[in-house]
């Protein structure tokens, strides 16, 4: 019996300003697969992920959401989103954990969408999955990077998604909370069964964490197992020959 992809990508094109970005990319996200996603800076990682979640638009080609096309899609809070140094950002007002996490449901409910017991409930179910219940009345200005980027994934898993895309989520988290951090990720892939697929730099770390490596510089250079990146792949072959240079850790 074949499984449909959870999220299938093909023959996408995406241009900024006519300068090509990201070309004849085709590729297929099985459910409950964890993606890592790596290539060089400017590579298009954080492109790509903006088009799956649907804010910027691609020239040519198709993406597919469980069969649907993303334009389509009527759900579209059943894709997690978590965007890129969101958590090192200084928020002005002073809000709680709680309030952050609660806006997560906007994808959901709208803005004028009245919270309700239901809402209550998964707010409350989305900090004990995070571990964070302990926080919910604390400001967020009081919070450390990694606390705070928890805190941003459970706003994304209010609204119950389905699949989580994280760009860089662990710039800002200190070397300490970055484990808990991959243990967090990984339980919501194993236990909660959410398909993740995240940028990092941090090439060394993701290949033990993650089940399937995408590597993105302008074109797709590779998908598939992890046990690409090793034995016999250079860095250099992984991300492409032209590349002289690259930068961990933006
Ligand atoms: P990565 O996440 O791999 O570093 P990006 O997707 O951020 O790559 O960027 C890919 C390329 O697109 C880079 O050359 C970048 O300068 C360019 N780019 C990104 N955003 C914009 C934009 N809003 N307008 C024009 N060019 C952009």
């Known amino acids: 019996m074949s499984v449909e992809p959870v999220i299938e990508v093909n023959n996408l094109n995406f241009s900024y300003n006519n300068i090509s970005v990201l070309e004849n990319i085709s590729f297929a996200v099985q459910k409950?697969?964890?993606v890592g996603i790596i290539g060089p800076n400017g590579g298009g990682k954080t492109t790509l992920l903006k088009i799956?979640?649907?804010?910027?638009?691609p020239q040519s080609g198709s993406i597919k959401i469980f069969g649907t096309d993303l334009q389509k899609l009527k759900h579209r809070s059943e894709i997690g989103y978590v965007p890129q140094r969101i958590a090192q950002e200084n928020i002005s007002f002073p809000a709680t954990v709680y309030e952050i996490v609660e806006s997560g449901l906007i994808a959901k409910k709208g803005l004028s969408g009245d919270i309700t017991e239901e809402d209550k409930q998964a707010i409350d179910k989305a900090l004990e999955m995070a571990n964070i219940s302990n926080l919910k009345n604390r400001l967020m200005s009081s919070l450390s990077g990694g606390q705070r980027q928890r805190v941003y994934v459970t706003r994304a898993l209010a609204s119950?998604?389905?699949?989580?895309?994280l760009d860089e989520p662990f710039t800002g988290v200190d070397i300490v909370s970055q484990k808990d951090f991959y243990s967090f990720l990984k339980d919501l892939n194993t236990k909660n069964h959410l398909t993740i697929l995240f940028v990092s730099h941090d090439i060394d770390t993701i290949t033990t964490e993650i089940k399937t490596v995408l590597c993105l510089n302008r074109g797709l250079f590779c998908y598939g197992a992890k046990e690409l990146?090793?034995?016999?792949n250079t860095i250099e072959e992984l991300y492409g020959k032209n590349v002289t240079h690259i930068h961990h850790g933006k």
Do not use: A, R, S, T
Not at 52 to 57: A, C, D, H, I, T
Not at 160 to 165: A, F, G, M, N
Not at 229 to 232: P, W
């Open 32 to 34: 409950g697969d964890y």
């Open 52 to 57: 799956l979640v649907g804010l910027l638009n």
């Open 160 to 165: 119950d998604p389905k699949i989580l895309i």
């Open 229 to 232: 990146m090793h034995e016999g």
